[in-house]
């Protein structure tokens, strides 16, 4: 055997024995990652996020918003309106949102005549449960940090299982690519896991990379803090000390993602361009928003005490239209009726415009060919997932042992990975501290202490 094959050898084994370990790590968040993912695609497809999706007889004109606020502060007595939802369509559902303490309900109502259809704790559903699950296994920070692991670690998954599954020895992409139907035993479950892997590894890194961005460390702390829209773009215009992310409710994302962390403008002052004329009031502001051409609905967020602003928003992010190129968040001023801030998906920066992009595909918000697509994806990640299990299962040693794939000698195995761990620290810190955490366990644990070291060989 030459030096070159012997070598390639060893690099498989160990691309073997680290996606091994990134699997065992992975597969669960992954499985629970594609399962929430695809309850919650669903569950907007059919019904909405808040039941938005529930449709009316097309009435001749829409009563005034303040009539339509009234009458969801009298369903919730005592409460205090904080958002109105406009219909997606002619034939859909208005909403008001409103409080009473800490707690927010969402009303639905006929548009045209004003009937309550239904009221619900606000962002307290199905979908949000899931979207919690997803985002922090309902732990919280502890949470989101497994998942961030998981999803660094996810990347590694993703590399090796193509270096894995690449045609070699002769045999061809079409091999590769397509499941082996008249393989036996082992050989048909590698064949199934290698296919599906190959087929769904693009996508995946998209999924993965756009779920990060969300991330609190390196979504929260790097991409997103440097992706933010920078306030001082608003001309003299006084700021908040509360950002976009207050107008959020719960774990739900309601606010364009590049916003998050941008300060809020305040009103009180003389700031601004001209908008709103006469009496500035949610009727007068609903109008205004009538006539900057939104595809599909608009939400309305009322002032939040005495310097709060009203603020338009139409984003992908909220679900409220299908072209992330048509966000637009706009703040106006209480008294004045002056906008004091016009935030366009043109402001965005380059990567802001393309997280606006992969969030809406991320959620299958682009259309039915994304749906079916997500659909495809998630029922992929599962197989994938559950075909990766089998064969552990089916070349585990006999007895109680996990079977980690033996790690090749004579290799500049420690040295190449710290040059890859230093490397990917720098794009990916979690990974980063993953991938040392795998070095350490694999090279001073397992390898030194003769219990564990006969569980993995």
Known sequence: MSTETTSRNRLYLAAWRWHFYAGLYTIPFLVMLAATGLAMLWIAVISGVSD??????????????????????????????????????????????????DASTGVTLNPYTGEV???????????????????????????????????????????????LHWP??????????????????????????????????????????????????????????????????????????????????????????????????????????????????????????????????????LPNGDTGVWTISHDSMSNDGPNPAADRTIHIDQYTGNVLADVRYADYS????????????????????????????????????????VLWWKRRPAGNRLGAPPRPADIPYAKGALLITLALSLAFPMLGLTLLAVIVLDLVILSTIPPLKRLVS
């Open 52 to 101: 938005e999706r529930m449709t009316i007889p097309r009435g001749d004109q829409p009563l005034l918003v303040s009539g339509l606020v009234a009458t969801a502060e009298a369903t919730v007595p005592g409460s205090t309106a904080t958002q109105y939802i406009a219909p997606l369509s002619p034939d859909h559902v208005a909403t008001v949102v409103v409080a009473q303490g």
């Open 117 to 163: 259809l239904s009221s619900f704790l606000w962002r307290a559903g199905w979908y949000d449960l899931m979207n919690d699950i997803h985002g922090t296994l309902l732990i919280g920070d502890t949470g989101d940090w497994l998942i961030e692991a998981a999803a660094s670690l996810g990347l590694l998954l993703t590399i090796t299982g193509i270096y």
């Open 168 to 301: 070699r020895n002769g045999a061809g992409w079409g091999k590769s690519l397509t499941l082996q139907t008249a393989a036996k035993g082992r050989a048909f479950w590698k064949s199934l896991h290698g296919a599906v892997g190959l087929w769904i590894s693009l996508l995946l890194v998209v999924f993965l990379i756009s779920g990060l961005s969300w991330a609190g460390l390196w979504g929260e702390r790097f991409v997103q803090a440097w992706s933010t829209f920078p306030a001082d773009k608003w001309d003299a215009v006084p700021l908040s000390d509360a950002t976009h992310a207050s107008m959020n409710h719960g774990a739900a994302k309601e606010v364009p993602w590049t916003l998050e962390q941008t300060p809020l403008p305040e009103s009180g002052s003389l700031a601004g361009t001209a908008a709103v004329t006469g009496p500035v009031t949610i009727d007068s502001v609903a109008d205004f928003a009538g006539t900057l051409g939104f595809d599909r609905r608009y939400q309305l967020n």
């Open 350 to 389: 380059a990567y802001a415009k393309a997280m606006a992009w992969g969030i809406a595909f991320h959620e299958g918000d682009l259309g039915l060919w994304n749906v079916a697509l997500n659909t495809a994806f998630c029922l992929g990640v599962i197989l994938m997932a559950v075909s990766g299990l």
